[in-house]
């Protein structure tokens, strides 16, 4: 339960700052920014990928995890473990980006992306604790019909 | 798991079979190797979009990296370039820019700022957009402004303008070198040789020093400074809070309705 009240906590903050920066980018406004960077970073060729911008991208997965903290479904919390280590890799990148090409930074994008190395940790902790997040098959027959059980080789009515 | 449905052969019977208990480490490994092809997916079209241009072996053998070259040229593409000038002849409304390209404000406002109006009014034919280049701030500045008036004479001149400001280093650290100019020219289009003989000549140091006479007549008092108006009318200073698009917008629509 702490495990997923951090999550979603996390979550809940960098989807915040997400909104901010989808909002600043489709109002061709300047983020607040106390580094100097971001509007270089925001309006820069990284910022977007395709037709979509980074921020509203961000915003989506920062959803999807929300909602796997929100909800027990191991299936859920999975895929917001998955979306999470996608994400945090792409945030290093975007951090190397803001370092070595751009040579800016944009305090905003930091701290978003030091969320998604939080949240990968996290949610690789909350599914490795809880075994009833993987899928494990303890109710299911252990071997095919051709094994030696007998139980298993019963046939069952469809 | 669902991995296979058998029907026995002695009646309809069917029997759902499933596989051994499956590793739990093995299934978390298989859901992080597939988020990490996810990842490395992301990284790898962001790569690709946003990539700085390949580097390019000058004479000198230095090797020279023009960022945003293909979003420079394909924003400017189909544009009408003449002298300073950006845009149709006939647009309505001329917006001035004093500018040094070494000035930081000035780069973000060629960035962030003109590329929204490229699109909006200079493409669609309602805005003129002339370059007054400055070089107050040092050598550096002068041996940019050189070579982007030169390449003014082949009409080229906001091309390198762009991307002189999209590679634009920090001030008068002696990042305006010749093969980063050579390379810019390059990609404008232009052969450095001969923009280069032009840039101590006397059309280039003309519209320079016409330049630096109308921002002392106007009294300029740092970059980037503007002025908007009619095109065939009088010229008044714009004056702005801040260099986003909402300003210059609201100041563009209201030349148009003037």
Same mark, same amino acid.
Request: with cysteine.
């Given at each position: 339960?702490?495990?997923?009240?951090?999550?979603?906590?996390?979550?809940?903050?960098?989807?915040?700052?997400?909104?901010?920066?989808?909002?600043?980018?489709?109002?061709? /406004?300047?983020?607040?920014? /106390?580094?100097?960077?971001?509007?270089?970073?925001?309006?820069?060729?990284?910022? /977007?990928?395709?037709?979509?911008?980074?921020?509203?991208?961000?915003?989506?997965?920062?959803?999807?995890?929300?909602?796997?903290?929100?909800?027990?479904?191991?299936?859920?919390?999975?895929?917001?473990?998955?979306?999470?280590?996608?994400?945090?890799?792409?945030?290093?990148?975007?951090?190397?980006?803001? /370092?070595?090409?751009?040579?800016?930074?944009?305090?905003?994008?930091?701290?978003?992306?030091?969320?998604?190395?939080?949240?990968?940790?996290?949610?690789?902790?909350?599914?490795?604790?809880?075994?009833?997040?993987?899928?494990?098959?303890?109710?299911?027959?252990?071997?095919?019909?051709?094994?030696?059980?007998?139980?298993?080789?019963?046939?069952?009515?469809? | 798991?669902?991995?296979?449905?058998?029907?026995?052969?002695?009646?309809?019977?069917?029997?759902?079979?499933?596989?051994?208990?499956?590793?739990?480490?093995?299934?978390?490994?298989?859901?992080?190797?597939?988020?990490?092809?996810?990842?490395?997916?992301?990284?790898?079209?962001?790569?690709?979009?946003?990539?700085?241009?390949?580097?390019?072996?000058?004479?000198?053998?230095?090797?020279?990296?023009?960022?945003?070259?293909?979003?420079?040229?394909?924003?400017?593409?189909?544009?009408?370039?003449?002298?300073?000038?950006?845009?149709?002849?006939?647009?309505?409304?001329?917006?001035?820019?004093?500018?040094?390209?070494?000035?930081?404000?000035?780069?973000?406002?060629?960035?962030?700022?003109?590329?929204?109006?490229?699109?909006?009014?200079?493409?669609?034919?309602?805005?003129?957009?002339?370059?007054?280049?400055?070089?107050?701030?040092?050598?550096?500045?002068?041996?940019?402004?050189?070579?982007?008036?030169?390449?003014?004479?082949?009409?080229?001149?906001?091309?390198?303008?762009?991307?002189?400001?999209?590679?634009?280093?920090?001030?008068?650290?002696?990042?305006?070198?010749?093969?980063?100019?050579?390379?810019?020219?390059?990609?404008?289009?232009?052969?450095?040789?001969?923009?280069?003989?032009?840039?101590?000549?006397?059309?280039?140091?003309?519209?320079?020093?016409?330049?630096?006479?109308?921002?002392?007549?106007?009294?300029?008092?740092?970059?980037?400074?503007?002025?908007?108006?009619?095109?065939?009318?009088?010229?008044?200073?714009?004056?702005?809070?801040?260099?986003?698009?909402?300003?210059?917008?609201?100041?563009?629509?209201?030349?148009?309705?003037?």
């Amino acid at each position: 339960v702490r495990l997923r009240l951090a999550i979603g906590a996390l979550a809940f903050v960098g989807t915040g700052i997400s909104a901010y920066l989808t909002a600043a980018h489709y109002a061709h /406004t300047t983020p607040i920014c /106390t580094s100097g960077g971001c509007a270089i970073v925001q309006r820069s060729e990284w910022a /977007t990928l395709g037709p979509a911008p980074v921020a509203l991208l961000g915003l989506l997965a920062f959803l999807a995890v929300l909602a796997s903290a929100a909800l027990g479904h191991r299936l859920v919390a999975l895929g917001g473990y998955g979306v999470s280590v996608a994400a945090a890799i792409f945030a290093v990148y975007l951090v190397a980006v803001q /370092t070595r090409e751009l040579h800016a930074v944009c305090v905003w994008c930091v701290v978003s992306d030091a969320i998604w190395l939080l949240l990968a940790v996290l949610a690789a902790t909350r599914v490795l604790r809880n075994n009833d997040l993987l899928w494990t098959r303890a109710s299911s027959p252990r071997s095919s019909p051709s094994s030696s059980s007998a139980a298993s080789r019963r046939p069952r009515r469809a | 798991m669902l991995t296979g449905l058998r029907v026995f052969p002695d009646a309809a019977l069917v029997q759902v079979a499933t596989t051994e208990s499956v590793n739990p480490i093995r299934q978390f490994a298989l859901v992080t190797a597939l988020a990490a092809a996810a990842g490395g997916s992301l990284v790898g079209v962001s790569a690709a979009t946003s990539h700085v241009a390949a580097p390019v072996r000058t004479a000198g053998g230095a090797a020279v990296q023009v960022r945003a070259a293909p979003s420079t040229l394909a924003l400017l593409a189909g544009i009408p370039q003449h002298g300073t000038a950006l845009g149709r002849k006939d647009a309505p409304v001329t917006l001035v820019e004093f500018a040094d390209l070494q000035c930081p404000y000035c780069g973000l406002w060629a960035r962030d700022t003109l590329p929204v109006l490229v699109r909006k009014y200079v493409r669609t034919g309602s805005l003129r957009v002339e370059f007054r280049g400055l070089d107050f701030l040092g050598s550096d500045s002068a041996k940019a402004l050189g070579a982007a008036e030169a390449a003014g004479l082949s009409n080229r001149l906001w091309t390198v303008v762009e991307l002189l400001y999209e590679n634009q280093g920090t001030e008068n650290t002696g990042w305006v070198t010749k093969p980063l100019l050579s390379r810019i020219l390059d990609v404008a289009g232009l052969e450095p040789a001969l923009v280069f003989q032009h840039v101590a000549g006397a059309r280039v140091q003309a519209r320079i020093d016409a330049a630096r006479q109308e921002s002392q007549t106007l009294g300029v008092p740092g970059t980037p400074f503007f002025t908007i108006g009619r095109t065939r009318g009088a010229q008044a200073p714009l004056q702005v809070q801040s260099l986003d698009p909402p300003e210059f917008e609201t100041a563009i629509a209201q030349a148009l309705r003037s």
